[in-house]
Nanobody, 119 residues
Framework: QVQLVESGGGLVQPGGSLRLSCAAS????????MGWYRQAPGQQRELVAT???????TYADSVKGRFTVSRDNAKNTVHLQMNSLKPEDTAVYYC?????????????WGQGTQVTVSL
């Protein structure tokens, strides 16, 4: 059974930092493209950052220079370091593991972790 479990969310003041983690069981994350998504109330889920199996990263424009995605293959874990947080970063953050095999997309999601940026 595949499980992705996010942790590290919480309440933080504007300008603060949080580090999210996504730990996997049942799959080896090394082979997957890992993504962090977020969904604010009343809004669609949006892609925040990705990291490939080779370590290449992409970021949404809104988080460039503030967020950093990384992976620890030895621990089967992916992290999202979030600095200089803004109220508009408030959302539920989800990790995603994606692997395309031939013509089949394999996607796994975590349950999400709440991030609230507020005074």
């Amino acid at each position: 059974q595949v499980q992705l479990v996010e942790s590290g969310g919480g309440l933080v003041q504007p300008g603060g930092s949080l580090r999210l983690s996504c730990a996997a069981s049942g799959i080896t994350l090394r082979a997957y493209v890992m993504g962090w998504y977020r969904q604010a109330p009343g809004q669609q889920r949006e892609l925040v950052a990705t990291i490939t199996s080779g370590g290449s990263t992409t970021y949404a424009d809104s988080v460039k220079g503030r967020f950093t995605v990384s992976r620890d293959n030895a621990k089967n874990t992916v992290h999202l370091q979030m600095n200089s947080l803004k109220p508009e970063d408030t959302a539920v953050y989800y990790c995603n593991a994606h692997l395309r095999v031939l013509s089949t997309n394999n996607d796994y999601w975590g349950q999400g972790t709440q991030v609230t940026v507020s005074l």
